[in-house]
């Protein structure tokens, strides 16, 4: 009896917090389609609605050559253009090629470090949103270990 | 269950620095565990950062991201003691949440 209040009174705390916590995140959704994208075209242009998307050398991406562990690669993509307002991080070679995509408010600056899993040797692609057109530059990765699964 | 959400601030010319390292399994389903079976998804779908009530950044993330995961990102202003608030929210419907005064 015991036991079951405690659950109870766990549920109701678990409850009540999940009520008070996900006020700011709900405002804005998970691109649920865009993840779940087997192929790389698919997530681009489920994220991109299907806009025209062009290669741009203002956007870097920092990332080693050969990543000798592909649980864990760091990458980092900045992009030196105005009004930038999302950064999506994609992994060409990967099961689920969207590995993260990331909304920069006004303050934030246009850059952002993380790190990714890779399956096996890829392209990794920054697709970025300025100013309400796409662009994107890709670097190739050589990876050793592969990171995704057994 | 230890929960940790680690966050650090800094501030140069007139940007705070904000790294953040989350511990989680990040799990992406397709990984055998050593009974043979897949284990199931288990990831962070999103965190939100918030300074001054607003929010700053928000990172969605997918199963790609490593284990353990790791973000950093720097916006415009934050002066020192100013509330910084992080949350995160994962697939299984389990959150974090944590304030820090930015150094």
């Known amino acids: 009896m015991n036991i079951k209040r405690r659950q109870i009174i766990r549920g109701g705390l678990a409850a009540a917090a999940a009520a008070l916590l996900p006020q700011p995140l709900l405002a804005a959704v998970w691109p649920q389609k865009a993840f779940e994208s087997k192929k790389v075209a698919d997530t681009i242009s489920s994220l991109t609605g299907g806009a025209a998307v062009s290669e741009d050398g203002r956007i870097a991406i920092k990332a080693p050559e050969i990543a000798e562990n592909g649980a864990v690669v760091p990458v980092g993509v900045s992009a ?12 060409d070679n990967n099961p689920l090629p ?15 470090s993380t790190r990714i899993k890779m399956l096996k040797t890829s392209d990794v692609i920054a697709l970025v949103k300025a100013d309400g057109k796409y662009y994107s530059a890709s670097k190739n990765v050589k990876v050793t270990i592969g990171g995704c699964g057994g | 269950m230890a929960k940790k959400l680690k966050v650090r601030t800094k501030r140069e010319d007139g940007y705070t620095v904000v790294k953040t390292l989350i511990t989680h399994p990040m799990e992406t ?11 199931p ?7 939100v950062f918030k300074a001054g009530g607003k929010v700053v950044f928000r990172a969605h993330w997918g199963t790609g991201i490593a284990k353990n995961p790791y973000l950093s ?31």
Request: cysteine-free.
């Open chain 2, 29 to 39: 389903g397709l990984r055998k565990g050593s009974d043979g079976k897949l284990v």
């Open chain 1, 80 to 91: 030196d253009m105005d009004k930038v307002e999302t950064i999506a991080i994609l992994v």
């Open chain 2, 41 to 47: 998804a288990h990831f962070i779908k999103e965190v």
């Open chain 1, 98 to 112: 969207l590995t993260s995509s990331y909304e920069l408010q006004g303050a934030s600056s246009p850059e952002v």
């Open chain 2, 73 to 103: 990102f720097r916006f415009k202003g934050g002066d020192a003691g100013d509330d910084l608030e992080i949350a995160w929210v994962d697939n299984t419907g389990e959150s974090d949440t944590t304030t820090v005064k930015i150094k």
